[in-house]
């Protein structure tokens, strides 16, 4: 009896390390690459709708003959879609209760492309803007707070085998040389609680910015916490100007497609205010939609807005010249390049800013561990009358 409990024992505590060997990473493997596996799905189901209305062939058809080609994930979705057209709802209504991964500002494109009548510009500028996204924000493994996670947890990992190994040593040499070793001490557990602090911050800002990332946006009105995060967003020097160059550009590209359909610059402005853009843009949008109401002219309904001067001088041009779709068009293709500036400003700053913190670290580390040596050889040198 003993012996097999001491089996069944033995074969519980082998199966919990494999299960912990296997799971964990795992875990953590489908935890870290589940935002590359989103994007992956967005980008291959609004490709299937894209196509299918490129080709005029019915939704619900299309979508279900191409779910056939597609992996287990996409198919799902396309199928549920499919079978929701089917049954009478919109492309917009089907998106919403069927692909959970869908960002709002999608949605909200295809919305708008619904109610101007232009579905297929719609399909086709929420198509680019996944392109984009890809194309900017790469994966999770390029993105700056990972690179800035890596390099401080080995940093961290070195100083921590440096106070392991190293410095039980330096104590032991320096005392046996009547050299006071506190100086060496503190700097070195200075350095370490400076890298341990940073990777504490890091790793508490990882699960928050992939909340943020993946959690679905209420539409069409954001959810409380959305709006914190939005006006957070909004005020944050470089943010600011990422937000702007992204809703303005979304913005403008709305209304260029609702010009196109044969509305006038009120109306498509309306309609703009509707998409899930970042929520302090958006009631500068419905002031312009409303201020447009009123018969005021374009460029000074812009500046009562205070959605920017260039915005103002361009829709202003452009009421002036009776060519409002020129004019829109040239503003959505200079804010989505305020976009590509500012992303690759705020990416790429953080690689340098990175190493140069670590090398300053390296610098007192290695300073902590040369100045105790000098003490050493100056007390050897006076031990033995040099």
């Not at 205010?273 to 018969?295: A, F, M, T, V, Y």
Request: hydrophobic share 50%; proline share 5%; net charge positive.
């Amino acid at each position: 009896m003993n012996d097999t409990m001491e089996i069944v024992r033995i074969f519980v505590i082998a199966l919990l390390i494999a299960v912990t060997a296997v799971g964990i990473p795992y875990g953590c493997f489908m935890l870290i690459t589940s935002p590359v596996r989103r994007q992956a799905t967005i980008q291959m189901v609004i490709a299937q709708i894209s196509a299918t209305i490129r080709q005029h062939i019915p939704l619900a058809t299309g979508l279900a003959i191409a779910a056939q080609s597609e992996p287990p994930r996409v198919r799902r979705r396309l199928t549920a879609m499919s079978k929701l057209i089917a049954n009478g709802k919109k492309l917009s209504e089907a998106m919403r209760d069927a692909f959970p991964e869908c960002p709002g500002l999608l949605i909200s494109l295809v919305t708008a492309g619904e109610r101007s009548g232009q579905l297929p510009p719609a399909i086709q500028q929420a198509k680019q803007y996944v392109l984009d996204k890809s194309r900017l924000g790469g994966t999770r493994f390029e993105s700056p707070l990972a690179y800035a996670l890596v390099v401080t947890s080995a940093a961290t990992t070195v100083a921590t085998m440096v106070m392991v190994v190293i410095v039980p040593k330096f104590q032991e040499i320096l005392r046996d040389f009547e050299v006071d070793c506190e100086p060496f001490c503190s700097n070195i557990h200075l350095a370490l609680n400076i890298l341990v602090v940073a990777l504490i911050v890091l790793l508490a800002m990882l699960p928050i910015s992939m909340w943020v990332r993946l959690k679905p946006r209420k539409t069409p009105v954001p959810g409380l916490i959305t709006r914190w995060i939005d006006w957070i967003r909004w005020h944050t020097p470089g943010l600011s100007k990422m937000e702007l160059g992204h809703g303005m550009s979304s913005a403008f590209g709305t209304m260029e497609f609702c010009l196109n359909s044969g509305m006038n610059l009120h109306e498509a402005a309306n309609v703009a205010s509707g998409l899930d853009i970042n929520w302090q843009l958006r009631q500068k949008i419905r002031r312009l939609s409303e201020e447009l109401s009123k018969g005021i002219n374009a460029g000074d309904a812009a500046r009562h807005a205070n959605i920017g001067g260039i915005a103002a001088t361009v829709l202003a041009t452009g009421s002036r010249q009776r060519n409002l779709t020129d004019a829109v068009r040239f503003a959505s293709d200079y804010y989505g390049g305020i976009l590509s500036r500012w992303w690759m400003f705020v990416s790429h700053i953080v690689w340098p800013f990175c190493t140069l913190l670590l090398a300053c670290l390296v610098g007192f580390l290695v300073y902590s561990m040369f100045q105790p040596l000098v003490a050493l050889i100056d007390s050897t040198l006076t031990a033995t009358g040099l």
